[in-house]
């Protein structure tokens, strides 16, 4: 019944910007805090950002810090990550997840998240 389905991914040259865009249904969006992870290959799963239920703290991991903003709209079930000043080494798969837990400052690990979108594929070109 529940559903998260991210957008906006595709190649971009490095430098560039893309907006990924995160819609989820079947739940009451306003009571679950959502981030985004990102997946290279041999990599682990790591979390980039992390907002709150009402939009009004966000965190973000410190290789991302300056270059990406998460931003939500409760009113259309929607969180977005603005990318921008892309590198190559943001090249990865980009999941939203859902967590009904408050939020506590800190990007949960995978394992506390609730539901997950099925990825985006961004890839940065040198």
């Known amino acids: 019944q529940v559903h998260v389905k991210e957008s906006g991914g595709g190649l971009v040259q490095e430098g560039g910007s893309l907006r990924l865009s995160c819609t989820a249904s079947g739940l009451t969006f306003a009571d679950y805090h959502m981030s985004w992870f990102r997946q290279a290959p041999g990599k682990e799963r790591e979390g980039v950002s992390c907002?709150?239920?009402?939009?009004?703290?966000?965190k973000y991991t410190p290789s991302v810090e300056g270059r990406f903003t998460i931003s939500r709209d409760n009113a259309k079930n929607t969180v977005y990550l603005q990318m921008d000043s892309l590198k190559p080494e943001d090249t990865a798969m980009y999941y939203c997840?859902?967590?009904?837990?408050?939020?506590?400052?800190?990007?949960?690990?995978?394992?506390?998240?609730?539901?997950w979108g099925q990825g985006t594929r961004v890839t940065v070109s040198a």
């Open positions: 907002i709150d239920r009402r939009g009004t703290s966000t």
């Open positions: 997840a859902a967590n009904s837990r408050f939020f506590t400052g800190q990007i949960d690990s995978p394992t506390s998240y609730d539901y």
